[in-house]
């Protein structure tokens, strides 16, 4: 089993940064794919990045393409999502995810959740 615990969540105005942290436990973190995912109000889950085990390859969403980047820290097994330029339809609850196959966008995949954190984005 590995729990997820996000962190780093607020209100910041357009322009600004956040980095987002999410914290693993549990079995070895290094050889899961993380992903980060984001749900607004009344929306579905959207994909944002994921980073890969062993190489930390990295994949983005164009809509955050330039602005977001993933990161990983598997001695502290910390993975973070510094986001810049932060824009109002950025707002949303972001979750960090786990994988344990073939990294992969689709959040049907993964295997293990956060409990989310809130990012909110004013005009």
């Known amino acids: 089993q590995v729990q997820l615990v996000e962190s780093g969540g607020g209100l910041v105005q357009a322009g600004g940064s956040l980095r987002l942290s999410c914290a693993a436990s549990g079995r070895a973190f290094g050889t899961f794919t993380m992903g980060w995912f984001r749900q607004a109000p009344g929306k579905g889950r959207e994909f944002v990045a994921f980073?890969?085990?062993?190489?930390?390859?990295?994949y983005y969403a164009d809509s955050v393409q330039g602005r977001f980047t993933v990161s990983r820290d598997n001695a502290k097994n910390t993975v973070y999502l510094q986001m810049n330029n932060l824009k109002p339809e950025d707002t949303a609850v972001y979750y960090c995810?786990?994988?344990?196959?073939?990294?992969?966008?689709?959040?049907?995949?993964?295997?293990?959740w956060g409990q989310g954190t809130q990012v909110t984005v004013s005009s």
């Open positions: 995810a786990a994988e344990i196959g073939v990294a992969t966008p689709h959040a049907e995949r993964y295997d293990y």
């Open positions: 980073i890969r085990p062993g190489d930390s390859n990295t």
